[in-house]
C-alpha cells in the first residue's frame, strides 16, 4: 500500500525558516536511548505506517532536497521514493504526480505533512475498496474543508473552505483503491486540471455518480503549518516525558 505525502508547497504562513517546512522539529522520540527532535512530517508517515503503508512517496519541489537528505530510502521499515512537483500547482497536481508509481489494483492513502492528529492508528479504520476520508471535529471548519455526510455515512459534498460551513466534520486525510485515484486524475486532466483542491474534485466525482465515505475516527487535528498550530503542538508534545509524549491529544486549533 502507497502513502502518498505532498510536501511541495512554500508554507508561507510560517515563513522564513531555514529548511522544509516540512521538518519543523514538533515534539520528541526516542532513539537507541536518545532523546531527538521528531520533524513534523514524520507524524504522518508513522500513521501510514500503521495504517498498512509499506511504500512512501513524498512529492517534492525542486528546492526540497533536505527532506529526501532527512529521511533517505525508508522511514520505520517502510521504502521511500520521490517525485518532483517543478513549480507550485495545487494540492491535486501534487497528489497526481504519483500517479505512475500506484498500481490500479492497490489502495493508496493521502495525508497533510504539516499536521498532527490523533489517534494515531485511524488510518487503519478506513475501507480499502473505496474513496475514504478520515474526518475530525474542528470549532472553525471554515478554516479547512469540512465534508456533508448523508445518514450512512456517504459524502454529500466538500465544502473547501467555505464561510459559512454546514459541518463541523472536516477531512485530514483519505485512502483509496489505486483505480479510483487514476480515475480522479483523468477526471482532472478533462477538467483541464483546474482543479487546486481535491475538493471540489471529489465534488465533481460524486456528481458524475461516483462514491466516497466519511468515517469519523478522528479525535483531534491541528495544522502545524501556522504559527498557532505550531505553538498547539509544541506546547503539548515537547515538554512530556519521552514515550507518552507522541500519546498526548493535540487540541483542533
Known amino acids: ?35 531527538r527532535p521528531c520533524a513534523v512530517s514524520e507524524y504522518l508517515a508513522e500513521r501510514m505506517i500503521k495504517g498498512g503503508a509499506d511504500k512512501i512517496c513524498f512529492v517534492i519541489s525542486p528546492g526540497k532536497s533536505d527532506i529526501l537528505a532527512y529521511f533517505g530510502g525508508a522511514f520505520g521499515g517502510a521504502a521511500i521514493a520521490y517525485v518532483v512537483q517543478p513549480q507550485a500547482a495545487g ?6 504526480r504519483s500517479v505512475p508509481f500506484v498500481r490500479p489494483d492497490e489502495p493508496v492513502m493521502v495525508g497533510l505533512p504539516d499536521t498532527v492528529w490523533f489517534p494515531d492508528d485511524a488510518l487503519a479504520q478506513l475501507p480499502d475498496d473505496t474513496l475514504s476520508f478520515l474526518l475530525f471535529p474542528v470549532e472553525r471548519p471554515e478554516f479547512f ?16 473552505k467555505r464561510p459559512e460551513a454546514s459541518s463541523n466534520w472536516i477531512w485530514g486525510a483519505f485512502k483509496m483503491p489505486g483505480s479510483v485515484l487514476h480515475e480522479l486524475h483523468a477526471l482532472w486532466r478533462e477538467r483541464d486540471c483546474e482543479d487546486e483542491y481535491i475538493g471540489t474534485l471529489v465534488n465533481a466525482y ?18 502545524v503549518g501556522t504559527l498557532g498550530g505550531y505553538r498547539s503542538a509544541i506546547s503539548l508534545l515537547s515538554g512530556s516525558a519521552a514515550g507518552s509524549a507522541r500519546k498526548q491529544e493535540v487540541s483542533a486549533e
Request: hydrophobic share 45%; proline share 4%; with cysteine.
Open 1 to 35: 500500500m502507497w502513502g502518498i505525502i505532498p510536501a511541495a508547497g512554500r508554507g508561507s504562513r510560517i515563513q522564513p525558516l531555514a529548511f522544509s517546512k516540512e521538518l519543523l522539529p514538533v515534539g520528541s522520540r526516542l532513539q537507541d536511548g536518545v532523546e
Open 91 to 96: 494540492l491535486c497536481d501534487a497528489i497526481f
Open 145 to 160: 474543508d469540512a465534508v456533508v455526510l448523508d445518514g450512512a455515512d456517504r459524502v454529500l459534498e466538500i465544502q473547501v
Open 206 to 223: 460524486l456528481a458524475r455518480g461516483g462514491r466516497a465515505v466519511g468515517v469519523k475516527a478522528g479525535r483531534s487535528y491541528v495544522d
